[in-house]
């Protein structure tokens, strides 16, 4: 994975990486690398406001590193049952969540104290089961820790406060945020129809200059952590609104860049989101779809928005992440040829 990373001179490696843990900037996702003079650390940073570190800070690509490897080796389950244990689970502030299968479940108390024993920056875990209704809140259930399900989470540099049992959020839409807020210009009118606890405005508002950022959902606990974290990061040009995308969007002014994340019904939005679209303003379309229909959605998504009467063009279109063994969360960008 491409990122920022200090390169530092290896007799100061050991003090700067400290440094960095200490002050949140460190990636403690991708693996420190060396050559014979320097050691290349990962970073999280602003790119337009990248720390003053007395070091030059470069790009390279870096191995992911497998948080969830060392608890397996301390987790005491039957043998036979070892196969089962899941080698990555998703982490949120402090927070492990992860999917264990039925054989697991037994075991998922011992299960999460070898987690949080292997991982000490991890306060609770969790157990997954699955996104669900309107709010696309994850039904959990805590397994080992503290008895929480509140949280912060630091994404490049922001702080995100939320309830994980109250609200969306996923920590593998971080590159996809950054994408998306590195393609804002000056004075653009952003829409986030499904904003969530506000991960890509805020982002937007801190490193962009947009005009107007107008976020919507209708998750009465989303819209309370999105004030709060509006407040946490000290942006300003955030508006929020309460409610159903289809009827919050009429009092709106019509957007240059509008984000859809609604991956499994985002389609059932998309008459909507072009009515609120400037001519040849862009929409960052989030959908869940089969790997091997994925030509076949492109061309329905161009000859719906033909029929809406607001043509598009597709620009990038790439995976986010996989979903399912035949699927994925995709994303694609609407540019509109009005
Ligand atoms: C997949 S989440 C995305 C949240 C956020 N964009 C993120 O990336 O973390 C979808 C969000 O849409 C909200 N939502 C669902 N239906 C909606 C609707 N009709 N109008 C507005 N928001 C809606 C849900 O409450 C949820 O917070």
Do not use: W
Not at 33 to 59: A, G
Not at 74 to 98: E, N, R, W, Y
Not at 141 to 151: D, H, L, M, P, V
Not at 189 to 203: C, E, N, Q, T, Y
């Amino acid at each position: 994975m491409i990122s920022k990373c200090v390169v530092v001179p290896r007799s100061k490696g050991e003090t700067i990486r400290k440094k960095l843990s200490d002050e949140d900037l460190l990636r403690k996702d991708l693996r420190i690398m060396s050559s014979e003079t320097d050691i290349f650390i990962p970073i999280s940073v602003d790119p337009d406001n990248e720390p003053e570190l007395c070091f030059p800070i470069t790009e390279m690509d870096f191995e992911e590193v497998e948080l969830a490897k060392g608890y397996r080796e301390l987790a005491d389950v039957p043998d036979q049952f070892k196969d089962l244990l899941p080698s990555s689970f998703d982490i949120i502030g402090d927070i492990c969540i992860i999917k264990l299968a039925d054989e697991l479940q037994p075991y998922s108390r011992n299960i999460g104290e070898a987690i949080l024993k292997a991982n000490s920056n991890l306060k609770v875990v969790t157990l997954d089961g699955g996104v669900k209704g309107e709010f696309r809140t994850r039904d959990i259930s805590i397994i080992a820790g503290e008895r929480r399900t509140t949280t912060i989470h630091k994404e490049f540099g922001l702080r995100l406060e939320m309830d994980i049992a109250s609200v969306y959020f996923s920590p593998r839409l971080s590159g996809e945020r950054r994408r998306v807020a590195d393609l804002v210009e000056n004075d653009e009118i952003i829409l986030d129809m499904f904003a969530g606890v506000g991960p890509f405005s805020i982002m937007i508002a801190r490193d962009k200059k947009a005009k107007e950022i107008h976020d919507i959902d209708i998750n009465p606990d989303a819209i309370v952590y999105l004030e709060k974290n509006i407040m946490l990061n000290k942006v300003e040009n955030v508006s929020h609104y309460l409610g159903d995308a289809r009827s919050v969007i009429c009092g709106l002014p019509n957007a240059d860049r509008i984000i859809m994340n609604l991956p499994h019904s985002s389609l059932d939005f998309l008459g909507t989101g072009l009515d609120m679209l400037q001519p040849g303003g862009i929409i960052h379309l989030y959908l869940i779809t089969e790997n091997e229909e994925l030509e076949d959605i492109s061309v329905k998504i161009t000859e719906m928005a033909e029929s809406f009467g607001h043509p598009v063009k597709i620009g990038a279109k790439k995976m986010v992440h996989t979903y399912s063994p035949t699927s994925g969360l995709y994303v694609f960008d609407l540019i509109s040829t009005l």
